[in-house]
């Protein structure tokens, strides 16, 4: 017998026309396996009605936000750590580059002196002649030119100063949810 037809009049969430249900009552009065399966059906559906749903425990959200923000504040300190070993590493590789890159100073320090001083000196020089052209334009500041110049440059470097300082802040501040 072909039960596909009563098994999904069973499972149906809308009410059946009467003449389908007088059908569906007669089939179940003659086939145990329909009737066993629509009264575990019926106690499947009372059981999920009468289900209660159970509220968290007391304290639930607090502690799950305390839980939240130490989970923030474990991935906060793994990246400075993380950071501080970058940076450590690069250090220690830049370190050992110059230690590389000098072995040679230590077996002849003889010339590599003649050459530092020599451009120490060219590096005075420099100096002396910007200060020349610095003073130089002070000098003739009744030129707007040049003090326009020297308020673009006294901007510049104040801007990269703020930068610097705001970036700091930014990298040593401890972040919050």
Known sequence: MNHYKYEAMIFTEEPLQPEAQAELLAHLDSCGECRSLSTAWLGVQRDLTAALVQAPAAGFAGRWEQRLERDHQQVHHRQVLGSLG??????????????????????????????????????????????????????????????????????????????????????????SV
């Open 86 to 175: 970058l940076s450590l590493a690069g250090a220690l590789f830049l370190i050992l580059a110059l230690v590389f890159f000098l072995t040679p100073v230590f077996e002849t320090p003889k010339v590599y002196l003649y050459a530092f001083l020599y451009q120490a000196l060219n590096i005075v020089v420099a100096a002396d002649m910007m200060q020349n052209l610095l003073f130089g334009f002070v000098r003739s500041a009744a030129s707007p030119f040049t003090v326009v110049i020297g308020l673009i440059l006294v901007g510049i470097v104040s801007q990269l100063g703020v930068l610097w300082l705001a970036s700091i802040r930014l990298a040593t501040k401890t972040r």
